[in-house]
């Protein structure tokens, strides 16, 4: 099971950090990919991070202003949003899939779904 949380009204400018925590699963064997679905547009990948920690990847539209990350220890996944602007409203999930490598480009065999968290950003 994933549940993703963290999601939130902020202005524009502002950061969240949402969380995507598994239970049942050893994230250690997986990539993690945070995806996003805004009204009347289809979902996108948003980030991905490989299963080594060492090799994550963004969306041109979020490169430099997000950060995604891991604890497995924790068992938790992270993706830190700084400089939020309108275009990132949108309801966020994470998924798994069990692998090395992130499915670049187009995210295709995720595995696993968790349910979404809604961020709103203002102008």
């Known amino acids: 099971q994933l549940q993703a949380s963290g999601g939130g009204l902020v202005q524009a400018g502002g950061s969240l950090r949402l969380s995507c925590a598994a239970s049942?699963?050893?994230?250690?064997?997986?990539?993690i990919a945070w995806f996003r679905q805004a009204p009347g547009k289809e979902r996108e990948g948003v980030s991905c991070?490989?299963?080594?920690?060492?090799?994550?990847f963004y969306d041109d539209s979020v490169k430099g202003r997000f950060t995604i990350s891991r604890d497995n220890a924790k068992n938790t996944v992270y993706l830190q949003m700084d400089r939020l602007t309108p275009e990132d409203t949108a309801t966020y999930y994470c998924?798994?899939?069990?692998?090395?490598?992130?499915?670049?480009?187009?995210?295709?065999?995720?595995?696993?779904w968790g349910k979404g968290t809604q961020v709103t950003v203002s102008s």
């Open positions: 049942g699963f050893t994230l250690d064997d997986y990539v």
């Open positions: 991070i490989n299963n080594d920690d060492e090799v994550r």
């Open positions: 998924a798994l899939m069990y692998s090395l490598v992130c499915p670049l480009p187009n995210y295709l065999g995720m595995d696993y």
